[in-house]
């Protein structure tokens, strides 16, 4: 990482870890987050989708939010745009058990348009307290609203992607999210690149797997 953009993104927009409803564990976390009615989607969903993974990975994925697949199942990225990612995952040596998938937001938003800012304000302690539990190495960001929401900014795609960021003591790296893949498939060509590096730092800091 250059001189430049160290001082762009080295400890980007730092913000302490939010605790809410505090939990011991991801399961306890769970049980209180399913209970969640403290925005509208709680009104719409079918089921809250918390995250699934290696509770202690190494790798934490984050997307936007649930799709109607998602919704249906209670399970992160189970659609066309999941299926996707684990080929992406598995691309670069990780099946999906290894890491830890979730989203901003819990709950589906009708019609999949982008969650609110005040549904994101209830969401993402939720999030937060899962990444306290968890402390994984390395955030894998999916798409703008992921990287703008946890980095706390306004940027592009293109400013943030290509290059590690550092963000309250977490290595993060941004790349398309598989939907957007989906739309436009000249775009992988850079998320693989995006996920390359991602497979190099990890073998750096992670050196025994």
Known sequence: MTTTQASLFDNATAQPVQQTSPAADLDALGKIVRECRKCRLAELRKNVVFGEGNPKARVFVIGEAPGADEDAQGRPFVGRSGQLLDKILFAIGFERKEVYIGNIIKCRPPENRNPLADEID???PWLMQQLDIIRPDIILLLGRVAANTILG?????SAMRGKLIRWNGFDCFVTYHPAALLRNPNWKRLCWEDVQQLR????TICPNG
Do not use: F, P, V
Not at 200 to 203: F, I, M, N, R
């Open 200 to 203: 190099a730092h990890y073998d």
């Open 153 to 157: 900014n306004t940027l592009s795609m």
């Open 122 to 124: 209830c969401c993402k």
